[in-house]
T-cell receptor, first 115, second 114 residues
Framework: AQKVTQAQTEISVVEKEDVTLDCVYE???????LFWYKQPPSGELVFLIR??????QNEISGRYSWNFQKSTSSFNFTITASQVVDSAVYFC????????????FGTGTRLTVIP | EAQVTQNPRYLITVTGKKLTVTCSQN?????MSWYRQDPGLGLRQIYY???????DKGDVPEGYKVSRKEKRNFPLILESPSPNQTSLYFC?????????????FGPGTRLTVT
């Protein structure tokens, strides 16, 4: 079975602080894919990143970075120097090779950046 | 502009009155899917379709029907809506399996069943 846990329900930070959103996953598949999506207050879902299980290299995109650690089954997301526009709900998701047509989402973390 | 559209965006209805939420994509994507989003539960998959005339159940299919007669359209049908189907619904599409390709989401449909 596939499962994604985002233990942090809500996080508040002051603008310019760094913040890390945690994502822990469970899967029996050796090949799987991990995703992060952003849902701003306007409600749409915005794709941020996709990683496969064979690529443990950390990724950086501007102020965003992702840390993938198979040893701890985690795929954490860090925002550096947070901005008010980062305020959103962030979802981590998983798709495994045995359920490649399904995307399993975590319950989301609501991030509020206070100016 | 590449997009996924859903209609209506907002709908208030009564228990038992059949309704259809339409979903259309203009990207020639093979894969389409429906999710519902509920507080504290994240997004859960209702149904998905790998191609025309090919549909399959997701995690929470009870009370829903879908059809895929054309590649671009994937309507969600609630034959007899109940209050527990009050939710925010998203349609999504991708080139193929969501494991391999980014999913594009529609703007969402907020449904209230009284």
């Amino acid at each position: 079975a596939q499962k994604v846990t985002q233990a942090q329900t809500e996080i508040s930070v002051v603008e310019k602080e760094d913040v890390t959103l945690d994502c822990v996953y469970e899967t029996r598949d050796t090949t799987y894919y991990l995703f992060w999506y952003k849902q701003p207050p306007s409600g749409e879902l915005v794709f941020l990143i996709r990683r496969n299980s064979f690529d443990e290299q950390n990724e950086i995109s501007g102020r965003y970075s992702w840390n993938f650690q198979k040893s701890t089954s985690s795929f954490n997301f860090t925002i550096t120097a947070s901005q008010v526009v980062d305020s959103a709900v962030y979802f981590c998701a998983l798709s495994g090779s045995t359920g490649a047509n399904n995307l399993f989402f975590g319950t989301g973390t609501r991030l509020t950046v206070i100016p | 502009e590449a997009q996924v559209t859903q209609n209506p965006r907002y709908l208030i209805t009564v228990t038992g009155k059949k309704l259809t939420v339409t979903c259309s994509q203009n990207m020639n994507h093979e894969y389409m899917s429906w999710y519902r989003q509920d507080p504290g539960l994240g997004l859960r998959q209702i149904y998905y379709s790998m191609n025309v005339e090919v549909t399959d159940k997701g995690d929470v299919p009870e009370g829903y029907k879908v059809s895929r007669k054309e590649k671009r359209n994937f309507p969600l049908i609630l034959e007899s809506p109940s209050p527990n189907q009050t939710s925010l619904y998203f349609c999504a599409s991708s080139l193929s399996s969501p494991a391999s390709y980014e999913q594009y989401f529609g703007p969402g449909t907020r449904l209230t069943v009284t």
